[in-house]
């Protein structure tokens, strides 16, 4: 089974910026980033196609975050830049281990990470 380990959360003054990791251990196919705040549901954020040339992202955080890619070291990240309060959630590695696209449905997401919390004050 694939394993997704995520690294880079913390807390941050809002218009910071932090960078995540999400080391996966075997073969994904496309990866995501999801959050969820206390209380919320657990919502997409960004999504990236396996190649990297595509990216989906919340309208919530176009323009703010990035999701990216480094295929030789199976690591996916999310740079995430003008951080808000509103911001503050775990975090979430996702992959859909043989898809290309539809990462950002939770539903059809079929490996998570454990999560990584980002706290913006």
């Known amino acids: 089974d694939v394993q997704l380990v995520e690294s880079g959360g913390g807390s941050v003054q809002a218009g910071g910026s932090l960078r995540l990791s999400c080391a996966a251990s075997?073969?994904?196919?496309?990866m995501a980033w999801f959050r969820q705040a206390p209380g919320q549901a657990r919502e997409g954020v960004a999504a990236i196609t396996p190649d990297g040339a595509r990216q989906f992202y919340a309208d919530s955080v176009r323009g703010r975050f990035t999701i990216s890619k480094d295929n030789g070291k199976n690591t996916t990240y999310l740079d995430m830049n003008n951080l808000k309060p509103d911001d503050t959630a775990i975090y979430y590695c996702?992959?859909?281990?043989?898809?290309?696209?539809?990462?950002?449905?939770?539903?059809?997401?079929?490996?998570w990470g454990q999560g990584t919390q980002v706290t913006v004050s």
């Open positions: 996702a992959t859909r281990r043989r898809a290309s696209t539809g990462c950002l449905i939770r539903g059809l997401i079929d490996t």
């Open positions: 075997g073969s994904t196919g496309c």
